[in-house]
């Protein structure tokens, strides 16, 4: 059986939106983390033990990084407006090969974090 790409990558957009800057086509990073920001001290999302660094590890491994949960459409963020966690990007962005790409193209485009009572 073969997978439908297009509803994998629409619903993949669905969760976790778009970081790409319309303007420049680059991705969007938060200029400073997020007032809940997984990267944070004090488990501010009361992640369960361990989950952050597996989150790490999968965006890693796709060479990829993590999009900012307040920015999520879930949260209200029309899709489009997302941006990447400023916590994963200040610790993980030389491991990954998307964020040094990024900054290769000229990126990111810094945005603002997220009101915190929009979330």
């Not at 944070?40 to 999302?45: F, K, T």
């Not at 989950?51 to 209200?76: F, K, M, N």
């Amino acid at each position: 059986m073969t997978r439908d790409r297009a509803r994998d990558e629409d619903f993949a957009s669905s969760r976790c939106g778009d970081v790409r800057d319309t303007g420049t086509g680059l991705p969007r990073l938060l200029s400073t983390k997020c007032t809940t920001c997984i990267f944070r001290p004090g488990n501010l999302m009361h992640l369960p033990p361990g989950y952050r660094d597996q989150l790490v590890q999968e965006a890693l491994d796709r060479d990829s990084w993590i999009v900012c949960h307040a920015t999520l459409p879930a949260t209200g963020n029309p899709i489009g407006t997302q941006a990447i966690c400023r916590g994963f990007w200040d610790v993980h962005a030389t491991e990954s090969a998307g964020c040094r790409l990024t900054t290769a193209l000229g990126g990111p485009v810094l945005a603002p974090p997220p009101d915190p009572h929009n979330f």
